[in-house]
């Protein structure tokens, strides 16, 4: 074993492939104090300060889920946002959310489970509305269509799905979510289809739900997000998963809208995109993921020279503009990529 430690500290060599896999997922964990060897195996110095933090975070996520375990409940979990703060602020200096977020992470790789099997769970973030039951070993939770109810963070445990809807909506935004809900004809009932928002970043809970609705369920899936950098990359978190958890992928979702070329069709004057966003749209161009997307990759480079657009000054175009015009007829024309 080669040593890469300075000082009295020791070296530490994990199998990349069972443990972490250092070099692609977890390299912020780390926090890039890794050295990765051509035999598959991975040292970790453990002389480096950042290294020997996030390593005993680690140690410290694994040290909770033993104690919970341990427990004659069976239903016993943690908020992962009450862990941080009950980590706050003399156990782990410059502790973060990210980085209490990256170490459940490699817990989950380095047991091989999911972070609901560890006790870890988030708050509830994404809404759902629609005709959709969903079905849990001891329980079973039905949606409405006329309003948005709370995507369960148990959605490991989701056994089957009832619904008679004809697609999926996916939104970005909370607030388009709740404009589509409170309109005169509303959305999930006009178009019998099931709405879902992850209210930005969507968390794993909706993640699995879109999964488990476009993969397995097979029900034709659009997604409607802000013609800009940020939009794209939620597009691509749904679409191709995120670095940590690729399994919850969607790769049959479409983007229904807002595309770079109707913008000005519609009369909507664009703006130019921010020097910040010019670099997103660098960064968002070197994703593996997307290059074999030729027309992606084609909508990204005219958004770069048209500029951006935000799904609101769609939706106004008239009342009740996107549930009786644009949605509808973008799937008939089939005009998603």
């Not at 490991?156 to 909370?174: G, H, P």
């Amino acid at each position: 074993m080669r040593q890469v430690a300075s000082g009295n500290f020791p070296s530490l060599t994990v199998d990349s492939e069972s443990f972490w896999n250092l070099s692609q997922d977890s390299a912020e964990v780390l926090n890039d104090s890794v050295d990765s060897k051509k035999d598959s195996q991975t040292s970790m110095n453990l002389g480096r300060k950042n290294c020997r933090s996030s390593f005993s975070l680690v140690l410290t996520v694994m040290q909770k889920t033993h104690e919970m375990l341990l427990t004659s409940s069976e239903n016993n979990k943690t908020n992962i946002r009450s862990f941080y703060y009950d980590l706050q602020p003399e156990l782990i200096p410059n502790l973060t959310m990210k980085k209490v977020n990256n170490a459940v992470n490699s817990a989950e790789k380095l047991i091989g489970c999911t972070r609901w099997d560890l006790g870890f769970v988030a708050t509830s973030k994404g809404l759902v509305a629609g005709d959709l039951t969903l079905n849990f070993n001891e329980k079973s939770i039905t949606y409405l269509k006329t309003r948005g109810d709370l995507i369960p963070q148990e959605m490991f445990e989701l056994s089957s799905i009832r619904t008679s809807a004809k697609f999926v909506l996916v939104v970005e935004k909370d607030t388009i979510f709740q404009k589509l809900l409170g309109e005169r004809e509303m959305c999930p009932e006009y178009l019998n289809c099931i709405l879902i928002t992850g209210k930005g970043e969507p968390d794993i809970a909706t993640r699995i739900l879109v999964h488990r609705l476009s993969e397995i369920e097979r029900l034709p899936t659009y997604i409607l997000v802000d013609n800009d950098p940020y939009g794209f990359e939620i597009l691509c978190t749904y679409r191709f998963g995120s670095k940590e958890h690729k399994p919850w992928a969607s790769p049959s979702v479409r983007w229904i809208g807002i595309h770079p070329e109707e913008i000005k069709s519609m009369g909507i004057i664009p703006m130019g995109l921010k020097v910040r966003e010019i670099e997103k749209v660098k960064t968002l161009r070197t994703r593996n993921d997307l290059q074999s997307e030729a027309n992606l990759c084609m909508q990204l480079r005219k958004m770069k020279k048209i500029g951006k657009a935000e799904i609101e000054s769609v939706a106004n175009l008239s009342y009740g503009f996107l549930t009786r015009f644009y949605i509808p007829e973008k799937i008939k024309l089939r005009e998603f990529y």
